[in-house]
Each structure stands twice: as structure tokens, then as C-alpha cells.
């Protein structure tokens, strides 16, 4: 369970966005992954996708941040019709971290604070809320698989982005890390955020909509 | 502007940090240019006269040797993800990027370029127009190495398709920086108009490689 002794810093505004998507056919080849999908995800809601391996999870995950173009359907930020919106809009956090094995997190976290134009401050204390603040000076190549997890999810938090997509975000984390996930998901719901993840586990995250993706073949 | 400048700086940094900086391309050169001479034959005229352009073809090879890793490594780790969704321009990210890395990396090339001419006995004026002309080389070999590695990215065996992609779109560089300095050796005035052309390819190749990059990079994520 969340043990709620995390204190997280106070970020600018969200400007909270809704999320539509309408109609979404996706596939690898020849084979149909997810037909007629739709979604409308509001502000401080979060949804949990699950699923078989290989039901498209991850690509539908993919066709939302604008990487894989869908066979049909729209995917629609806000109000305005949108492909680049989500690039304004979307933290993201794919199988691989995006960490380089020589930086250490003070440097990759304070070079990305400046590529999503925030300030270094939120740094250590989001650093704290996953509980990895004592890592912060060692290099990627040396954090285990779940604290290279943690710096990751310490990098969406910081880009304090309205609309979360999360791929597998705790696939390798412990039991305190995924209260600590909890936590921060909470955290960015009560801001007015968004959240869809897909999980393979049974995240126990307090009124997140559930979507079985293995329906929607 | 801050965020292109930390792109470029980090660059430079993971280039140092993770790569061994400029040594990999520095070793490879001197290596080529140590070992041409070994099956050319010891004949010093003969060694003079083709010493301008074994320094331009060494330094396309060696450009080639680190090309795989320029968004190899960002394709694998998830970097690349994170740039298309960084709500910057891209292209001027990609600059940033094959940029910060050719100056970490590639610095060494005129230097090594300019000793070595000297060292198969071309003169100083013309080794220093060939110098030259692989100072004004390097925006063109570096991206047009940054497209193909950007064609190539996540594609085992990467090197294969960048040589193949990168050789062909590198034949008007090196044309006009080896001509450089084999007319400068010539006492050819044709030398100023091979550098300036050198410099022309580019400022072209700097102008449209970093759209066809970034296209490059979202097909591969596609």
C-alpha cells in the first residue's frame, strides 16, 4: 500500500488536456492488433491496459505518442485536431529508460529538466519521492534494472507534462517501488494529469479505469 | 536556444565519456595513412603525389568507423523516443547533436591529415590546403554519416548498410577536398576553387541533412 510519506515539489501549473482517441485500428504486418479501439480520457483519470503478450499493448501505447501511424482512427489532444500536439502534451516512458550508461541521474535528469524547459530544483526531491536520492551521482550502468526504473519515472514526472503514457512502468520494480509508483501517479492525478499505462501486473492504483486490450481484436 | 546548446554539450560529453572521444577515428586515420605507404611502394615521388589524396579517402574511412553509434546508441536506449517527443525542432536537434559529437570526435582529422601529407613528403603550403579542405569536410562527412547511421539505426550489422548508404553521398566531398589539395600541389589555382567547393557541399549538406534525419529516425521508430 502507498505509505504516504513522500513529499513531492511543487511544479508550475498543469495545463490539464483531454485525450481523445476515436476508432483505432493498429496492426504489424498482416496481423490485426487492435481494431475500432476508442478512448476518452479526462483530466485526473487513469486507465490500466492489460493483456496476452503481443496484443498490441505497446503499440497502441505508441500510436498515441504519435510514433506508429494507425491504419484508422484519430488519436485528438485537447481541443485542437493534433500530430505534433503530442510533443507538448506527452511524458513518456517506453521498455527502454532512456538513460546513458556513462551519465550519472543529476546529469541526465538536469539535461532533460532543460530539453522540457523546467527548472533543476524538482530534481532531488522527486529524486526522494522514489526513494533514490542516494543514487544520484552514480553512473546508469551501475543502478540496478528497478532504479534505472525510478530515474525514468523521476524524468516524466519532471517534464510536468499533462498526460502520462506509461509502458510497463513497473515491470521491474519491488513491492516499495510500485507503492512509490502509486504514489506519484496519485500525485499527478490530484494536479489534474492523466495517466494510461500497460501492465502485465495488477497495479493497485485507487479508481484507474481497467481496459482487457485482448477484447478489442 | 539553451536546450540546443545542452544537446550539444552532452554530446560532446558522451562522446568523451562513453566512446573514447576523438581516439577511435584518430586511430583508425593513422592507421590507414601508416599502412598505405606499405603497399604503394617506397618510391618517395610516387608517395608525394598521391599523398593529398590517401589524407581525404583515410579520413572518410574514419569518419565511417563511429557512425553506427551516433543514433544507434539513442535508438537502443530509448533517447530517440524522448527527442521526437522534446516539443523542439528537430532538425536543429539533430544538428545539435551530429555537431557536438563531430567536434569531440573529429577534431584530430586536419591535424593528423596535415602531419601526415608532410610525412609522405608533400610540401607545407599544399599539406595545409589539404588540411584545410578536411576542416571544411567534416559538417559534410559527419552528417551525411549521421543520416545513414540514422537509416541504419536498430538494424543489426549497422555498419554494412552505412557504409553502403554513406559511400556513394560522400563522392562529391571527397572529390573536392582531395582535389584541393592535389592541385595545391600542382601550383594549380583550381585548389581555392576545389577548398571553396569543399566548403559549399557543406553548407548544403548542413542545410538539408537534418530534415532527412529526422526522417530517418521516425521511420525507424514507425
Not at chain 1, 61 to 81: H, K, S
Not at chain 2, 51 to 80: E, K, N
Not at chain 2, 110 to 128: E, F, K
Not at chain 2, 132 to 143: D, G, H, T, V
Request: hydrophobic share 50%.
Amino acid at each position: 500500500m502507498p505509505t504516504m510519506t513522500a513529499k513531492f515539489p511543487d511544479l508550475p501549473d498543469l495545463q490539464p488536456e483531454r485525450l481523445q482517441v476515436s476508432g483505432l485500428s493498429l496492426s504489424r504486418g498482416d496481423i490485426t492488433l487492435v481494431r475500432d479501439f476508442s478512448l476518452d480520457l479526462a483530466p485526473g483519470e487513469a486507465v490500466l491496459m492489460s493483456g496476452p503478450n503481443g496484443t498490441g499493448k505497446t503499440t497502441l501505447l505508441r500510436a498515441i505518442a504519435g510514433f506508429v501511424r494507425p491504419d484508422a482512427g484519430r488519436v485528438v489532444f485537447g481541443e485542437g485536431p493534433k500530430a505534433d500536439n503530442a510533443a507538448e502534451l506527452v511524458a513518456w516512458l517506453g521498455h527502454a529508460d532512456g538513460l546513458k550508461p556513462v551519465e550519472t541521474p543529476r546529469q541526465s535528469l538536469r539535461f532533460w529538466a532543460k530539453m522540457n524547459d523546467q527548472g533543476r530544483d524538482p530534481i532531488l526531491p522527486l529524486m526522494r519521492a522514489m526513494a533514490i536520492e542516494s543514487l544520484i551521482d552514480r553512473p546508469a550502468s551501475r543502478l540496478s534494472r528497478g532504479q534505472q526504473r525510478r530515474c525514468a519515472l523521476v524524468r516524466v514526472a519532471l517534464a510536468n507534462r499533462p498526460i502520462w503514457l506509461l509502458d510497463e512502468p513497473a515491470g521491474p520494480l519491488d513491492g516499495g517501488g510500485r507503492a512509490r509508483l502509486a504514489a506519484l501517479v496519485d500525485w499527478h492525478r490530484s494536479r489534474g494529469g492523466s495517466v494510461i499505462a500497460a501492465t502485465h501486473q495488477s497495479l493497485d492504483w485507487p479508481g484507474a479505469k481497467r481496459i482487457d486490450l485482448g477484447a478489442h481484436r | 536556444m539553451s536546450a540546443f546548446g545542452a544537446i550539444f554539450s552532452r554530446e560532446a560529453g558522451l562522446a568523451w565519456a562513453g566512446g573514447g572521444g576523438p581516439a577511435g577515428p584518430a586511430a583508425f586515420f593513422l592507421g590507414a595513412i601508416t599502412l598505405a605507404p606499405l603497399a604503394i611502394g617506397p618510391a618517395a615521388d610516387l608517395l608525394v603525389a598521391v599523398g593529398p589524396g590517401i589524407m581525404g579517402f583515410a579520413a572518410l574511412l574514419s569518419v565511417l568507423q563511429s557512425a553506427d553509434r551516433l543514433f544507434g546508441d539513442d535508438h537502443a536506449d530509448g533517447t530517440a523516443e524522448l527527442y521526437l517527443l522534446s516539443g523542439l525542432s528537430l532538425p536543429w536537434l539533430v544538428l545539435a547533436k551530429v555537431l557536438g559529437q563531430a567536434l569531440a570526435t573529429l577534431w584530430p582529422l586536419p591535424v593528423i591529415g596535415l602531419l601526415g601529407a608532410m610525412m609522405y613528403g608533400v610540401p607545407v603550403l599544399p599539406a595545409c590546403v589539404g588540411a584545410l579542405a578536411l576542416l571544411a569536410a567534416i559538417p559534410a562527412l559527419s552528417l551525411i554519416a549521421g543520416f545513414a547511421g540514422a537509416l541504419a539505426a536498430g538494424v543489426r550489422r549497422s555498419g554494412l548498410l552505412i557504409a553502403l548508404i554513406a559511400t556513394p553521398m560522400m563522392v562529391p566531398v571527397l572529390i573536392f577536398a582531395a582535389g584541393a589539395g592535389r592541385s595545391a600541389l600542382a601550383g594549380d589555382e583550381r585548389a581555392l576553387a576545389n577548398l571553396l567547393l569543399t566548403i559549399a557541399v557543406s553548407l548544403g549538406t548542413t542545410a538539408l541533412a537534418p530534415f532527412g534525419i529526422v526522417a530517418a529516425l521516425r521511420s525507424r521508430l514507425g
